[in-house]
């Protein structure tokens, strides 16, 4: 059974920063690309950023790049996101999945709230 865990979530300021990560079983992790969606509370989802198989490739929606590193470890079957310089409108439900243009499996989500 496809599994994905998402962690790291909480209350941050503006200005900080947060790591989440994406605990992934039951298929063969380093087989495939990752992404990472977000949702905002009563919004519709956003891409976030996706990674390849072997990490040799990422990729940004254009408001995250410069703040936002996608990151995997393959021995740890583990996905990470490192979110810096975060502002408010960051602020939502944030998916990790398996694949890229078809995310056949999701996680249950980690929420990021950004306010003072």
């Known amino acids: 059974e496809v599994q994905l865990v998402e962690s790291g979530g909480g209350l941050v300021q503006p200005g900080g920063s947060l790591r989440l990560s994406c605990a992934a079983s039951?298929?063969?992790?380093?087989?495939?690309?990752m992404s990472w969606v977000r949702q905002v509370p009563g919004k519709g989802l956003e891409w976030v950023s996706a990674?390849?198989?072997?990490?040799?490739?990422?990729y940004y929606a254009e408001s995250m790049k410069g703040r936002f590193t996608i990151s995997r470890d393959n021995a740890k079957n583990t996905l990470y996101l490192q979110m810096n310089s975060l502002k408010s409108e960051d602020t939502a439900v944030y998916y990790c999945a398996k694949g890229t243009g078809g995310m056949d499996y999701w996680g249950k989500g980690t929420l990021v709230t950004v306010s003072s």
């Open positions: 039951g298929f063969t992790f380093d087989d495939y690309a």
């Open positions: 990674i390849s198989w072997n990490g040799g490739s990422t």
